[in-house]
């Protein structure tokens, strides 16, 4: 059993001899050289053109937003002043159509007087037409009262001459 101890203990030693995790040899140099290398070749070949990517992304969003706050702005500053003008035009068309009405108002109150001063002329001219034929029928009717009393007479003083 001390054979067993023994040769455990010498493969254990020739394990070590051998170089660990951390050998302090010049292969240690050597694997910090590769690592350095990998690491400019990774940072040409992958990392600056990862980042550059990602940095055009980041402008081109960044553009981007500004770019659409700015129209947002744009567009909120269009809208203010169609709903201003909007309302002005609104104002105005009010005043048009009060003023169309007041107008028309007018006018109809106009026409209003004018028919009753043609009513009124009618009347008149109507009631002298009137009293122009009654005075007609009237001397018409005096005349023939005139000349039935004449006859009248005639007849009456014939009639007594005669008797």
Do not use: C, H, W
Not at 25 to 38: D, E
Not at 105 to 120: F, G
């Amino acid at each position: 059993m001390t054979n067993y101890l023994y040769i455990l203990a010498l493969q254990i030693a020739e394990a070590e001899s051998e170089g660990g995790l951390f050998d302090f040899n010049a292969t240690l140099p050597l694997m910090a050289v590769q690592i350095l290398l990998f690491m400019v070749i990774l940072n040409a070949v992958f990392y600056n053109p990862v980042a550059k990517v990602l940095d055009e992304r980041e402008e081109y969003i960044r553009k981007n937003l500004t770019q659409a706050s700015d129209i947002l702005a744009k567009a909120e500053a269009i809208t203010k002043q169609y709903e201003k003008d909007l309302a002005q035009e609104r104002r105005e068309a009010q005043l048009i159509i009060s003023v169309a009405q007041k107008e028309a108002q007018d006018i109809v109150a106009l026409e209003i007087k004018q028919a009753q001063k043609d009513t009124e002329l009618l009347v008149n001219e109507a009631t002298s037409q009137l009293n122009s034929q009654k005075q007609k029928a009237l001397s018409a009717l005096e005349d023939q009262v005139n000349t039935l009393t004449e006859q009248i007479k005639s007849k009456l003083l014939s009639n007594q001459l005669i008797s």
